[in-house]
């Protein structure tokens, strides 16, 4: 009998969590999804909350609940990576995201009478990172609702206060360029991020076998035909030398004078203009040496422009310029330098 039930309780923890999709709701069959799981919270308190918010339409009931939210509820960072139901939110009065943003906003709906679906999604940006094994800092997703509203399922974002009324439930690309994959009526049995590590092997399992035809084309796969070009300088200089990388063919792909150790190796590989002023450059020495060893010799030594591995490096003294953005010897800029720039 103990083995039995060992067994049993083994199953029970394998079972517990639904696995990622986004076709186990029955769209035509709304009045489902007005049920409140009980790992969300006690239905009646619920209910009894969510009455008072009820309005004159459906419309003006979501909009009384994201009110009552905004009022009752704070931003709190700290919150955003532990399991929290409907009842432990407002108890602490914060919340830690979307995906208890979600919840909240949810079981309010549900209990005021609108048939409400949770809807996972992550960015497709992340999603080709991780798929092509490129470094991202965040595991960037979202959640949102469909809601039965007027005879017809919507999209809400809750925390953008928006709602999408031409919203078709078999769509899979979201709002702000995000890809849907899981649905359901159970947050705590989907796992949401607020189940960090449980929900990040689930991410990571179910997007390591993505058939990559449903995404949108990887837009940081592509290839620019044209020499690109980054530019380092403050006001009114990057505008300069923005206007100078064009006049020399160039598209310049980002223009900064800050976190360089972000922007930096991002440029490698391309032509990079830098403002200087009476040969110092806007950006500190001892970082560029972290990215392009030995260019502090070199610009002490020759100064101008030099190739440090595959990267062009145009140091741009404006100290030395003629005329309000001309400069003293054009000739020294020609783009047969660029033959490194991708």
């Excluded at 309780?9 to 394998?14: D, E, H, N, Q």
């Excluded at 076998?209 to 940081?220: F, N, Q």
């Excluded at 976190?259 to 032509?271: C, N, R, T, V």
Aim: with cysteine.
């Amino acid at each position: 009998m103990k083995i039995l039930l060992t067994f049993l309780s083994i199953l029970a923890g394998t079972l517990h969590a639904s696995e990622p999709s986004v076709d186990s709701i029955d769209h035509s069959r709304p009045a489902r999804y007005l049920e409140i799981a009980g790992s969300l919270g006690n239905r009646t308190q619920i209910t009894s909350q969510a009455l008072e918010l009820k309005g004159d339409s459906d419309l003006a009931t979501i909009l009384n609940v994201l009110n009552w939210m905004d009022r009752n509820l704070k931003y709190d960072a700290n919150r955003a990576y532990t399991w929290r139901n409907f009842h432990d939110a407002i108890n602490e009065k914060t919340y830690g995201g979307c995906a208890d943003q979600g919840i909240v906003c949810g079981v309010l709906l549900k209990g005021a009478g609108i048939p409400t679906v949770w809807v996972k999604t992550m960015d497709v940006s992340w999603i080709w990172d991780f798929k092509k094994g490129r470094p991202f800092k965040s595991w960037a997703g979202h959640v949102f609702l469909e809601v039965y509203v007027d005879k017809k399922w919507m999209l809400l974002d809750p925390g953008a206060k928006t709602i999408y009324k031409d919203y078709s439930p078999k769509a899979r690309i979201m709002p702000g360029n995000r890809f849907a994959y899981h649905k359901g009526n159970d947050p705590k049995d989907m796992i949401m991020s607020l189940q960090w590590e449980e929900w990040k092997k689930q991410t990571e399992t179910y997007f390591r076998s993505l058939d990559e035809s449903l995404l949108p084309v990887d837009s940081a796969g592509g290839t620019v035909l044209s020499p690109q070009a980054f530019v380092i300088g403050n006001s009114p200089y990057y505008q300069a030398m923005t206007k100078m990388a064009g006049e020399m063919g160039l598209k310049v792909r980002k223009s900064f004078n800050s976190q360089y150790d972000k922007f930096l190796p991002e440029s490698i590989g391309y032509m990079l203009l830098i403002e200087t002023h009476n040969g110092v450059p806007i950006v500190p020495l001892d970082v560029l040496e972290k990215y392009f060893p030995g260019v502090s010799e070199r610009l002490k030594n020759a100064g101008g422009t030099m190739k440090i591995g595959e990267t062009t490096i145009m140091f741009l003294d404006f100290s030395r310029m003629l005329g309000e953005f001309g400069v003293e010897n054009k000739a020294a800029l020609k783009v047969e330098s660029l033959d490194s720039s991708r």
